[in-house]
Every structure is written in structure tokens, then in C-alpha cells.
């Protein structure tokens, strides 16, 4: 099983608005990551955990608050957004990774989100 | 600096015949590649991966060749199937010493299996 589930799939939300994205996986993956895809654009890496430390953010706005509750959970709370942040947001999971191994990223369907 | 390639935006290939999707990157840094299929509105699906100790891997109708040297990697997919049409990324990581390294994304190409 590599599923990696998120919530909502579906957001719309203005920009006073707070809300969270969430993500959820049970293969035991150590690592989770949130990405970012504009339309007619790759995926763009924000964050990264490491079991449940943030190791890498990519010096993402602090609009954008990312969260990891425990080993399964990843949450990112959104804040006083704009509309330019309107993208698909993709949770991806992996076991982790040490020198030399191979670390192969699940991602999940992805939340819509449309800021107005 | 984009450190992933994928110079062909679109790829259209009769099925039944091979399809290659070719993809280049710079950084030196890079040891592991993946390959990742996609629709419109969904996550990407991982496919075929290849570790930078190898020069090929093969799963199936996949296969993914890598030359270092070139900085070069292809993924072939004989042979092409109607469900195969779809946006296909190929992703590279280094890595950083950390526990979990984010990946890098080409452009995409998009592959149209003609019927």
C-alpha cells in the first residue's frame, strides 16, 4: 500500500481567512514533504520533515505554517493568503533516507486551493 | 538556474511503438532519479527509478537508462498503450546529510498515445 491521503480535496477561502491542509499516511514513512504545483508548472518542494522535525523549508512565506502532529500526520495552516497562492498543494511521503539508499516519494491527490 | 530538463513539452507516439522521454540536469549533486506520470488535478504517480550506481533499470514496459557522464536519463516505455498518455516528470535528489532530501522536477512532457 503507498497511499497517502489529503483533506480537502477542494478549497476555497478568502484572504482573512485561516484555514489547514491536511495529509495523512500509515506505511510507516518517517519523512513527509509538501509541495507546491502552479498550473502548467512542476511541483516545487516548501517543506520537509524529518521524523516530525521540519529539516528543510525552502524559504516559503510565513503564511504558510507547516505542522507535523506525529509520525502520520502533516497539517499546514494557511494564513492571510493571497490570490497568487492559488495552486494544487501535494503532501508526498517516504521512508527517509541515509547515504547511498534509494528514497522514493508517495504523493497524495493533491488540495486545490483558490484563494479569492 | 533550472537544474532538471525536460526540453520536449510534448511527445506524440503511436501505440504499440516505443515512446522515450528524455531528461538532462546539471547539478553533479544529483544521486538518485525518479520518474513520475501525472494527470491533470492529481498527485503524481510514481513509475521507475534509477540510483546513480546504475545505468539502467528496467520494471515491466519501463525502462530507465542514466548516463552520468552526459548527465543524461531516458525513460522507455515499449510498448506505448492509450493509458499511457499523461504528463511524465523526472525528479532528482541529492544527498544533503539531513534525513530527507525534497525533489527537484523537470518541466514535464506531455505523451499522446495516438490510437
Known amino acids: 500500500d503507498t497511499e497517502v491521503t489529503q483533506t480537502p480535496k477542494h478549497l476555497v477561502m478568502g484572504m482573512t481567512n485561516k484555514k489547514s491542509l491536511k495529509c495523512e499516511q500509515h506505511m510507516g514513512h518517517r519523512a513527509m514533504y509538501w509541495y507546491k504545483q502552479k498550473a502548467k508548472k512542476p511541483p516545487e518542494l516548501m517543506f520537509v520533515y524529518s521524523y516530525e522535525k521540519l529539516s528543510i523549508n525552502e524559504s516559503v512565506p510565513s503564511r504558510f505554517s507547516p505542522e507535523c502532529p506525529n509520525s502520520s500526520l502533516l497539517n499546514l495552516h494557511l494564513h492571510a493568503l493571497q490570490p497568487e497562492d492559488s495552486a494544487l498543494y501535494l503532501c508526498?511521503?517516504?521512508?527517509?533516507?541515509?547515504?547511498?539508499?534509494?528514497?522514493?516519494?508517495?504523493f497524495g491527490p493533491g488540495t486545490r486551493l483558490t484563494v479569492l | 538556474d533550472q537544474q532538471v530538463k525536460q526540453n520536449s513539452p510534448s511527445l506524440s507516439v503511436q501505440e504499440g511503438r516505443i515512446s522515450i522521454l528524455n531528461c538532462d540536469y546539471t547539478n553533479s549533486m544529483f544521486d538518485y532519479f525518479l520518474w513520475y506520470k501525472k494527470y491533470p488535478a492529481e498527485g503524481p504517480t510514481f513509475l521507475i527509478s534509477?540510483?546513480?550506481?546504475?545505468d539502467k533499470n528496467e520494471d515491466g514496459r519501463f525502462t530507465v537508462f542514466l548516463n552520468k557522464s552526459a548527465k543524461h536519463l531516458s525513460l522507455h516505455i515499449v510498448p506505448s498503450q492509450p493509458g499511457d498518455s499523461a504528463v511524465y516528470f523526472c525528479a532528482a535528489s541529492a544527498w544533503t546529510g539531513g534525513g530527507a532530501d525534497g525533489l527537484t522536477f523537470g518541466k514535464g512532457t506531455h505523451l499522446i498515445i495516438q490510437p
Open positions: 534509477i540510483s546513480s550506481i546504475k
Open positions: 508526498a511521503s517516504s521512508q527517509g533516507r541515509t547515504s547511498g539508499s534509494a528514497d522514493t516519494q508517495y
